[in-house]
């Protein structure tokens, strides 16, 4: 058996009933053979054993009070995955659906992610199984200083850098810093994603779905293509899926679909983008009052039948595992060319392997596509320890410019091991490679 394949199998029977956690690993891990088969020395050092498990894993209780004066007790979690290249860096996610095994897989990911950037930082996830949906904005304060009061014994400018994800936005990270700032008596970067009154970074709000279009159209124009009236769907209407539509309608796109949680609304004119953000930043309201509000488009309940409209271009941007097999042969069929992943983990194993073998698909994983956010969060890092404040333009050029170089990075990783064109092989061996000779330099840590 392979050092692969028993680190495999010994990760599912150690960390059993963690089905997302092992299914990144799995997607991971099977991608770096080749680069294991060309370290021996790896293996002796017990590298992928080490690279697999958390540096630090911190659970807490999130007591609150509701403003009936009901008590509520969430779970928080803080995963410090792996600071080989730099302080543990990574979003905190709020939802329901939040357990050990979705942050252990986020973090895991992150890890690659943030050292495909080329920027010093470490790979780090946390969040709660709190749901900020419905809760007045009292009870969102009360929740995020709770959460805080623990979280901040473990967390610091050089140590560990959280920032939003999933149900933690401006809104949020504002109370977290709050809270933090209140107890260590430090205004320091101890957040990203912070607002431009109090440190934060110009473009950062737009960064990881401005970014997933650089990257694409990165992808386009080695190919002589471009967005320019590409049919493009973007599923999501959160912070990255709202921001990515904005750029690939910029560079020319046409945007038919997108969708939350409930289902998905579909405008053959292209999506009023103004009316998206008034209905989902401004009112924090439902999609389905798209259909009321732009005659000649529809709401239709339910969010898997969106990947049955035919487009170029998908963008994936709302929450893992989002697009099945099933959905991915839809695109496949309809004609899809570009699948770039704004979400992490949208795709399952199964749609992963339908696009990989789909003749011209190009198919760019969230690591790399989705990189732009945590990108320009080390950005803000950077200017919050050199108390600078940089332009918009200067920010969106340096957003750019990584992720220019990520698209070469993985392509050429991917060459240099023969598996040319295979982004998913590119992205996980171009981030692994720096993260392991770091771990190595550093010895049996
Ligand atoms: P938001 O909370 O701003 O938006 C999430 C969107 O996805 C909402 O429209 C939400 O709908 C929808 N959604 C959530 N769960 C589901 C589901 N089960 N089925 C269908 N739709 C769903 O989050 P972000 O935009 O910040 O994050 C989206 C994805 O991008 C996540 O995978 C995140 O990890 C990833 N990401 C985010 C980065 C960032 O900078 N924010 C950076 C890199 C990756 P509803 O409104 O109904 O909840």
């Known amino acids: 058996m392979s050092y692969v394949q028993r680190v495999l199998d010994d990760l599912k029977a150690r ?26 020395e790896y293996e002796k050092a017990a590298l992928l054993e080490r690279f697999t498990e958390p540096e630090r894993t911190i659970l807490f209780r999130v007591p609150w009070v509701d403003d009936n004066g009901n008590v509520h007790v969430n779970k928080g979690y803080r995963v410090q995955f792996n600071s080989a290249i730099g302080p543990y860096k990574g979003g905190l996610r709020f939802h329901p659906s939040v357990n050990l095994s979705v942050i252990k897989f986020l973090g895991l990911e992150q890890i690659l992610k ?25 009870e969102i304060m009360a929740f995020c200083q709770s959460f805080m009061t623990e979280l901040f014994r473990h967390i610091g400018a050089d140590t560990d850098v959280p920032a939003g994800d999933i149900g933690v936005g ?36 737009e960064a990881t779905g401005f970014g997933l279009v650089y990257i694409t159209a990165e992808a386009m ?5 471009s967005f320019e009236g590409k049919t493009t769907i973007v599923s999501g209407s959160g912070n990255v899926a709202i921001y990515a539509c904005q750029k690939a309608q910029e560079l020319g796109a046409k945007v038919v679909a997108m969708y939350d949680s409930n289902g ?7 999506i009023q983008l103004d009316v998206i953000k008034q209905i989902k930043e401004v009112e924090r309201a439902r999609i389905k009052e798209y259909a009321a509000r732009v005659p000649g488009s529809k709401y239709v309940e339910g969010c898997k039948g969106i990947w049955t409209i035919p487009c170029d271009v998908a963008l994936p941007c709302a929450t893992q595992n989002e697009i099945d097999g099933e959905s991915a042969a839809a695109l496949v069929k309809n004609g899809v060319k570009y699948v770039a992943e704004g979400a992490n983990m949208p795709s399952t194993l199964d749609a992963i392997d339908v696009f990989q073998n789909a003749k011209n698909v190009v198919y760019l994983p969230a690591k790399a596509a989705n990189a732009g956010g945590v990108a320009t969060s080390a950005l803000e890092m950077a200017q919050s320890s050199g108390r600078l404040f940089w332009s918009a333009e200067e920010v969106d050029a340096k957003l750019k410019t990584i992720m220019v170089n990520i698209y070469h990075n993985i392509e050429s990783a991917a060459k ?12 996980n061996i171009a981030g692994f490679e720096k993260v392991a000779e770091a771990m190595m330099a550093h010895g049996i840590v």
Not at 15 to 33: D, R, W, Y
């Open 264 to 270: 998905y609304v579909y405008d053959p004119n292209g």
């Open 114 to 138: 943030n050292s495909l950037t080329g920027l010093p930082i470490g790979g780090g996830k946390g969040g709660s199984d709190f749901d900020p949906k419905g809760k007045s904005d009292r």
């Open 416 to 427: 240099r091991y023969g598996f040319e064109g295979n982004y998913v092989m590119g992205a």
């Open 170 to 205: 401006a809104r949020e990270v504002g109370y977290l810093f709050g809270q933090y700032k209140r107890i260590r008596d430090e205004h320091v970067g101890v957040l990203t994603g912070r607002g431009l009154s109090y440190g934060g970074s110009l473009v950062r709000k």
């Open 221 to 225: 124009r080695m190919r002589g293509d």
């Open 15 to 40: 960390n059993p009933g963690e089905k997302e956690f092992h299914q990144a690993a799995t997607e991971i891990l099977l991608t770096l053979e080749p680069v294991i088969n060309a370290h021996p």
